[in-house]
């Protein structure tokens, strides 16, 4: 089965208020194997509302709509859907008492606007609302059927969960969709998906596919099975071919960051990591410490923005920085040799660069960072133009998601795990 979800309101669609609905609606559908195919936000004008419902109706199994349930005037769902089933609404006087009988037992008495709730399109069913005094609404509409729902989050989800999961779930027959993401660093999303484009091609199941943001690439994979267990054994197939293909290019799964892959291989390693940075700002040691328990890794982290605070804090040579510059391989190179022996740790990043968006030149521009790790091997400094495109946040995040990146990998090295980098 597919479904559309239709969210209601001006507040939505103006961005003024979040809409969480869809997502929360979404990703239950897919717990009882119902597909969305898309998400519509509307705004509180009954003619765009009813040409959406016809439309939906026209394209998918199952219809859910919330929001514009409510008393005012810009509660214009019910009178949509009535015109798009092209019947008339039909006040239902015991759901008047229900709705009074709601403010009563609250010692209120019921305002008259909120009669209008108690009126159904001719033909549907009343859906109760055991939270507020908007009912929801059941009805059949070409080969649709349709539930309209309240729009506050709380109403909506206890709505859901008791009257219309149960009656979706049983026309699926016990099927599941599940899905998973792995996180991904080190590689554009074309070179990603190139490695895996056989896998993303359409009709197949698990679907994969993959999305982008601030350098980290999530390879999307949904399994459909008739049973939790036929779905899961396909999508684990399929996420050790991913896995294979992909290497340690991937650093984690679903909700886990870089930072949580850091924090564990430095935990399971006994390994301690300082940091010297400039153009990030401290980005790098927030990075670290935002994972609970990083007192077991971390011991310091060092803000030396200032060239004369490179040189007195770090002891890096004045004249290394004036004959080099300081965003330059040998300054990078003396800010983590120096952090590590002033900390005594196992491993110490340096970061210096130009974030932009004024201090670009020729020879150094906009977006160029130099990123140092220095361990008891030695000190390897990588050069990486991350592009003047990109705004100061962006250069300065980019950059500090790089030098996690490059600590994970030789963290792995160093334990004996296949590192490809």
């Known amino acids: ?173 016990g099927a599941v969709l599940i899905a998973t993401v792995l996180n991904c660093f080190g590689a554009g999303e074309s070179d990603i998906g190139q490695q895996i484009d056989d896998l993303m091609q359409r009709g197949r199941n698990p679907t994969v596919g993959t999305t982008a943001k601030q350098g980290v690439i999530g390879v999307r994979i949904h399994s459909r099975g008739r049973s939790a267990a036929e779905a899961r054994k396909l999508l684990e197939a399929t996420e050790q071919e991913v896995r294979r293909r992909l290497g340690t290019l991937i650093y984690g799964r679903d909700s886990e960051t870089l930072s949580d892959a850091v924090a564990r291989l430095l935990v399971e390693g006994g390994k301690t990591v300082s940091v010297a940075e400039s153009c990030t700002g401290g980005l790098i040691a927030k990075r670290l410490t935002d994972v609970p328990g990083s007192s077991r890794y971390f011991r310091a982290g060092l803000v030396t923005y200032a060239n004369e605070a490179k040189t007195l804090w770090l002891g890096v040579p004045a004249d290394l920085i004036a004959g080099h510059g300081a965003v330059s391989e040998p300054v990078a190179r003396a800010m983590a040799e120096a952090c590590r022996r002033l900390n005594a740790t196992d491993y110490a990043i340096g970061v210096t660069g130009i974030a932009g968006p004024e201090g670009g030149t020729a020879d150094k521009p906009v977006g160029l960072v130099f990123i140092s790790l220095a361990d008891a091997a030695g000190c390897r400094v990588t050069r990486h133009l991350f592009g003047d495109f990109l705004n100061r946040g962006e250069i300065r995040e980019r950059a500090a998601s790089t030098a996690m990146n490059l600590l994970r990998l030789r963290l792995m090295a160093r334990g004996g795990q296949a590192c490809s980098a």
């Open 1 to 173: 089965m597919d479904a559309i979800i239709l969210s209601i309101g001006s507040e939505l669609a103006l961005g003024e208020t979040i809409d969480t609905n869809s997502a929360w609606l979404a990703q239950r559908l897919a717990e009882i194997g119902v597909g969305v195919l898309r998400h519509v936000t509307v705004g509180d004008d009954i003619e765009p509302i009813r040409r959406q419902i016809e439309q939906a109706c026209g394209e998918a199994d199952v219809v859910l709509i919330t929001g514009g349930l409510g008393p005012t005037a810009d509660d214009l769902t019910r009178q949509a859907l009535a015109a798009a089933m092209g019947v008339e609404l039909v006040l239902r006087p015991e759901w008047v008492e229900k709705i009074r009988s709601f403010f009563a037992c609250r010692g209120r008495s019921m305002p008259q606007a909120n009669a209008i709730q108690a009126q159904f399109p001719a033909g549907s069913k009343p859906i109760e609302n055991t939270c507020g005094t908007a009912p929801g609404i059941r009805a059949s509409l070409g080969r649709s059927m349709v539930f309209a729902m309240p729009g506050v989050p709380r109403e909506m989800r206890e709505m859901f969960e008791r009257d219309v999961r149960p009656m979706l779930a049983e026309r699926t027959g």
